[in-house]
């Protein structure tokens, strides 16, 4: 099982920005998605964003336009850039990785999963935006 590293979340005010990266052990498998999903206490998991093996991106219609996903293959890291942040946006933020080897997915698809595999987590990171 991948181990990820989440980092780069902080306190910011309303309208702020922030890059979250998450580093991953090394994975060799050519089917998978990654991304990030977040949760507020209280709350269910939600999926944030994702990237998918065949290039494929998708995002919760709440950050559409204000988040961007993306991953540096050479450093096994990948990336959320946040802007615009608002308050609603306060949560714990995780990443995983999840083989689908067995099961392929589309961007749309895995963003509506990534969120049940929290034992794919990391320690997270927390982001709190202040109005």
């Known amino acids: 099982q991948v181990r990820v590293v989440e980092s780069g979340g902080g306190s910011v005010q309303s309208g702020g920005s922030l890059t979250l990266s998450c580093v991953a052990s090394?994975?060799?498998?050519?089917?998978?998605?990654m991304g990030w999903s977040r949760q507020s206490p209280g709350k269910e998991p939600e999926g944030v964003a994702v990237i998918v093996s065949d290039g494929g991106v998708s995002y919760a219609d709440s950050v559409k336009g204000r988040f961007t996903i993306s991953h540096d293959n050479a450093k096994n890291t990948l990336y959320l850039q946040m802007s615009n942040l608002k308050p609603d946006d306060t949560a714990m933020y995780y990443c995983?990785?999840?083989?689908?080897?067995?099961?392929?997915?589309?961007?749309?698809?895995?963003?509506?999963?990534?969120?049940?595999?929290?034992?794919?987590w990391g320690q997270g990171t927390q982001v709190t935006v202040s109005a």
């Open positions: 090394e994975y060799t498998n050519d089917h998978y998605f």
């Open positions: 995983s990785v999840v083989d689908t080897s067995l099961e392929r997915m589309d961007a749309v698809q895995a963003l509506r999963v990534i969120g049940r595999f929290s034992d794919r």
